[in-house]
């Protein structure tokens, strides 16, 4: 009759130990497949310039299949497709893989937020692409000013270089005159 607690306890204890064992087992070697794009990921690039984003997943050798999505304006995910101008690749590594979108040639409209999906339904944070307009290139611009600049100031020279030694060749020309009259 005594001994009932201590039945009770070491069961208590047995329980305890199993299941917290059988925990323990359970959560070390789990794989929890997943896109792992960073909240608050951003990119941005200038029109006509070439951009790849990148969405890494865990798959813990699954297979798994990476579609890209992009917001509509209408606030729906529309899927993306590759075009000529848009090419998805994927490189895969032994328990993970990494999901490329690349825009050959971005162009404005291809400003917005994306997010990459798992079949399975895992949904990536969302990547802000931010396209500015295309750059001109200012440092041919500034080259060409500055030639032009530099092009004017020599024949400025040149200019005050030739009337100085004309001044000087007709004065002494002049003068020579004047002594050949004396003579
Ligand atoms: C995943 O993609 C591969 C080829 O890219 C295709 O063969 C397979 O059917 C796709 N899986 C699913 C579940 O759509
Ligand atoms: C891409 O293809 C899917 C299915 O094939 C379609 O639902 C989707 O509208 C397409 N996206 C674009 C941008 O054409
Ligand atoms: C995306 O990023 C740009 C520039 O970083 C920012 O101006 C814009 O508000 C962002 N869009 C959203 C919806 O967060």
Same mark, same amino acid.
Request: aromatic share 10%; net charge neutral; with cysteine.
């Given at each position: 009759?005594?001994?009932?607690?201590?039945?009770?306890?070491?069961?208590?204890?047995?329980?305890?130990?199993?299941?917290?064992?059988?925990?323990?087992?359970?959560?070390?070697?789990?794989?929890?497949?997943?896109?792992?794009?960073?909240?608050? *990921?951003?990119?941005?690039?200038?029109?006509?310039?070439?951009? *790849?984003?990148?969405?890494?997943?865990?798959?813990?050798?699954?297979?798994?299949?990476?579609?890209?999505?992009?917001?509509?304006? *209408?606030?729906?995910?529309?899927?993306?497709?590759? +075009?000529?101008?848009?090419?998805?690749?994927?490189?895969?590594?032994?328990?993970?893989?990494? $999901?490329?979108?690349?825009?050959?040639?971005? =162009?404005?409209?291809?400003?917005?937020?994306?997010?990459?999906?798992?079949?399975?339904?895992?949904?990536?944070?969302?990547?802000?692409? +931010?396209? $500015? /307009?295309?750059?001109?290139?200012?440092?041919?611009?500034?080259?060409?000013?500055?030639? $032009?600049?530099?092009?004017?100031?020599? =024949?400025?020279?040149?200019?005050?270089? +030739?009337?100085?030694?004309?001044? /000087?060749?007709?004065?002494?020309?002049?003068?020579?005159?004047?002594? $050949?009259?004396?003579?």
């Amino acid at each position: 009759m005594d001994r009932l607690p201590y039945t009770y306890l070491l069961i208590f204890c047995c329980l305890t130990f199993g299941c917290s064992f059988g925990r323990g087992q359970d959560s070390s070697p789990s794989c929890d497949v997943g896109v792992m794009v960073r909240r608050g *990921t951003t990119k941005k690039a200038a029109a006509q310039q070439r951009l *790849t984003v990148e969405c890494p997943v865990k798959h813990c050798g699954e297979s798994v299949n990476v579609t890209w999505c992009k917001l509509l304006e *209408t606030n729906q995910w529309e899927q993306i497709n590759q +075009t000529e101008n848009v090419e998805i690749t994927q490189q895969k590594y032994v328990d993970r893989l990494t $999901s490329f979108l690349t825009f050959k040639r971005i =162009s404005i409209h291809d400003d917005g937020l994306y997010r990459c999906n798992l079949l399975t339904g895992d949904i990536s944070h969302i990547i802000n692409i +931010t396209v $500015s /307009a295309e750059v001109p290139s200012d440092a041919g611009k500034e080259d060409v000013s500055w030639l $032009s600049y530099f092009s004017i100031c020599v =024949s400025v020279i040149l200019l005050v270089i +030739t009337v100085s030694v004309l001044t /000087a060749l007709s004065f002494y020309g002049w003068k020579r005159r004047v002594y $050949s009259y004396d003579a």
